[in-house]
């Protein structure tokens, strides 16, 4: 999830394998971004401020690590297919 691949060097079967394999695993990632904010939410009305912060930047970066990848992949495929 977190890798930064050359997706340049992958064949565009891989491309396509991996890409319905993010799409799959979407519904996963938003759960795990909503109730580590639900957890931020929490925290932050019934202890300090220290902790929500942390959870609020770990979910941002795990969102947009996530969609960056997702447009990479399919950027990548839309570049060959064009080539075509």
Known sequence: ?????????????ELVSKEKKMKSQKLITVLFIGFLVGIAVYAATHTGFVLPVILL??????GSSYSKNLKDIQ??????????
């Open 57 to 62: 930047i770990v979910s941002f970066y795990i």
């Open 1 to 13: 999830m977190f890798s930064n691949k050359d997706y340049s060097q992958m064949t565009l079967d």
């Open 75 to 84: 950027a990548e495929i839309n570049r060959r297919d064009s080539v075509r």
